[in-house]
């Protein structure tokens, strides 16, 4: 049955002629909020025909904030398509005149109906022929508000990407498109390639991103930095599609005149080395080092090897470019240098928060590369340079352990202190194999007092922190379905970097334990139990066979090593899954009991949200939520650990509260 029409549908036609009879008369903006809640799919369409004529037409004429009739019109563009859109009088210098426009919300109407073209290759086709309306995409991309720049970055990543042409695409030379194996890209149409050809063969408006970001007496510092910091954001995804459209060099007149060299730098080259005075804006600073962590990401190992510019299977061109453009070493050394443990608080949260992360992405995205890498010193300050694995050569994963080691000590020094997070994310992120002891002579595994058991120490030291909790619950779990690219030998490298630790600190369960059944301090029970929680989760690996080479520079030890390391008899069975530690002392003594047990009621606290009674309610699901994972890794095993197994089960049939007593306390409770 139809839907009947809204019943201020005729208040809203004398709306719109009273103020296009008289310009200056003020919308009445909750009357069009009324109507436009009304309308729906059911009773939308008979409306559009005449509705949307009145409302695009009124709305050049407008004297005041068109905001509300923007609202208006773009709901009735809802059931449209693009094709059906442009028939309302919707002609390319419109659009054109809509996205240049000083109102935020007449552009972000042009976004609107231009985004109904990215959901189709035919559509996105006509769109490159608009030269004007993709001239002034880019122009008010770079130089619009805030709200209005995001909706055309958005914009213009799915026109490019529905309109890939896949590798016979611009730059098919190392074009990267994504898994040819996904159904959603198999099942896409590929594009003509017309939009990559307009933005990157179309020289008017190629010279846009250059001119619009220069240098030059057009602009002023702020509007030049927002310019550029948006250049900046856009490159990375476009990359993901086709690095070759974005760095080789398309109008060397127009390269050329912007400090590029001829024929062998492009628009990447520019954004990254040539455009940017980072030194004098911390703005640009960030943006630098954000562009350097996306485009990490957007072509990872493997991709792109049959170009020139990827020399290695666990290399990408981006990678490289950032390698060979000075990025890489220039972020990795700021972060490094002792200059950057003197930041203020401002700068240190968001400059060395970001090298953080960049160096964290690098170390999870590409950990063959980052254990083979050897620096040029030169590109290092002296005071990093310190850590040589012999005298020909200086690791990067040298000096990014001798900086590790210098903040951690600091940071158990100084107790007062808060933990070193940043840091503690880039020791999380590196490969596992190089966080196990630094043992030079492998012919000495049965002498655990000669190994260096950095972190191992530094990460005890500092307590119940709850970011030492997370950094060991990530290291002790292994890797992680999202963990693409991580080595093979992560699972058995987490295995002994824990076995390793408890054999050191054989009271690290009763710590969590202890720290877990401490509401008050919320989040460092939260990450207590979530370390115990990967614990018994863990993805683990056995070690080889064989004992290590002696000319191999990161190796794991052979089982009858690692036995030996930590004083074990040879027949002896080490724990082979984070379920073996649990069922075994000293974990079967302090953590089982202590899921099991019937958890507080705390009645005489008052309810509601942040309040100690919350507290006790989160901290008692995740107790609860840990509890039922170990239930779920005991009935894997139907044969083995049966009074264990009685006890996990029956109090999970418990539930996280008692049932039994204190009701009305736990009832409140649940209810927050």
Not at 19 to 43: C, G, I, S, W, Y
Not at 180 to 186: H, L, Q, V
Not at 208 to 216: A, E, I, N, P, V
Not at 463 to 478: E, R
Request: with cysteine.
């Amino acid at each position: 049955m139809a839907s009947s029409l809204p019943q201020s549908l005729e208040d809203v036609r004398r709306c719109l002629k009273t103020v296009r009879e008289d310009p200056t008369t003020e919308l009445d903006r909750h009357l069009l909020e009324k109507f436009q809640a009304q309308l729906d799919e059911t009773n939308i369409g008979p409306l559009v025909p005449t509705l949307l004529p009145e409302a695009l037409s009124l709305l050049p004429s407008l004297q005041q904030d068109p905001e509300p009739l923007v609202k208006l019109t773009i709901k009735l563009l809802q059931p449209l398509s693009f094709t059906e859109a442009l028939s309302y009088s919707l002609t390319p210098s419109s659009l054109a005149e809509a996205l240049s426009s000083a109102s935020g919300s007449i552009s972000l109407l042009a976004v609107q109906v231009l985004s109904k073209a990215a959901d189709s290759a035919s559509d996105t086709a006509v769109v490159a022929g608009m030269r004007d309306v993709v001239a002034e995409l880019i122009v008010a991309y770079l130089s619009h508000d805030v709200d209005v720049s995001s909706a055309i970055g958005r914009l213009i990543e799915r026109l490019l990407a529905i309109d890939h042409k896949g590798d016979d695409g611009p730059g098919n030379d190392i074009s990267m498109i994504g898994d040819d194996d996904d159904d959603d890209t198999a099942a896409r149409p590929r594009g003509q390639g017309l939009m990559w050809r307009r933005l990157f063969h179309d020289r008017d408006i190629y010279s846009k991103f250059f001119t619009l970001t220069s240098h030059g007496p057009s602009l002023d510092k702020r509007q030049r930095s927002l310019a550029q910091a948006r250049l900046l954001a856009l490159l990375p995804p476009l990359a993901a599609l086709d690095f070759g459209a974005v760095m080789l060099p398309h109008f060397p007149d127009v390269e050329i005149a912007f400090g590029l060299d001829r024929g062998k730098e492009g628009l990447l080259h520019y954004a990254a080395r040539h455009m940017t005075n980072y030194e004098e804006d911390d703005l640009l600073h960030m943006a630098l080092i954000d562009f350097g962590t996306s485009l990490l990401l957007s072509v990872t190992p493997g991709q792109g090897l049959q170009s020139p510019i990827s020399v290695t299977p666990y290399s990408s061109p981006a990678l490289d470019f950032v390698t060979r453009t000075g990025i890489h070493s220039r972020i990795i050394a700021s972060h490094l240098s002792s200059a950057s443990l003197k930041l203020d608080s401002l700068k240190k949260t968001y400059l060395y928060g970001r090298s953080a992360n960049y160096l964290a992405t690098y170390a999870t995205t590409y950990p063959e590369h980052i254990l083979r890498a050897k620096v040029d010193t030169a590109a290092y300050p002296d005071d990093i340079i310190k850590a040589k694995w012999d005298d020909d050569d200086t690791y990067l994963i040298d000096l990014i352990d001798a900086h590790l080691r210098k903040v951690l000590e600091r940071s158990v020094s100084n107790q007062a202190a808060n933990a070193p997070s940043h840091d503690l994310h880039v020791l999380s992120s590196l490969p596992r194999v190089s966080l196990r002891p630094m043992l030079r002579d492998v012919d000495r595994w049965d002498v655990l007092d000669g190994l260096d058991l950095y972190p191992v120490k530094a990460l005890h030291s500092h307590g119940a922190h709850q970011d030492y909790f997370k950094t060991l619950a990530t290291v002790f779990h292994g890797p992680t379905d999202a963990d693409q690219h991580s080595l093979a030998s992560e699972a058995a490298a987490a295995r002994v970097f824990f076995l390793l630790y408890i054999h050191r600190f054989p009271n690290l369960f009763s710590v969590l334990v202890s720290t877990a059944g401490t509401v008050a301090l919320t989040e460092q029970a939260l990450s207590a139990l979530g370390t115990i929680a990967a614990i018994i989760t863990a993805r683990w690996a056995p070690l080889p066979a064989d004992p290590p080479e002696e000319q191999a520079r990161y190796v794991l030890p052979s089982e009858h090593q690692l036995k030996s390391l930590l004083r074990r008899p040879p027949q002896t069975r080490l724990p082979a899954t984070g379920l073996d530690v649990m069922v075994q002392p000293p974990a079967a003594r302090e953590v089982i009991p202590f899921l099991c047990q019937k958890p507080e009621a705390y009645r005489n606290l008052v309810g509601g949200r942040g309040d100690s009674e919350s507290a006790a309610f989160r901290v008692a699901k995740a107790k609860y939520d840990t509890l039922r994972k170990l239930h779920e890794a005991l009935k894997k095993c139907p044969d083995e650990h049966g009074s264990i197994k009685a006890s996990v089960a029956q109090a999970v049939s418990r539930g996280p509260w008692c049932r039994q007593d204190n009701i009305g306390a736990s009832v409140a409770t649940l209810e927050l």
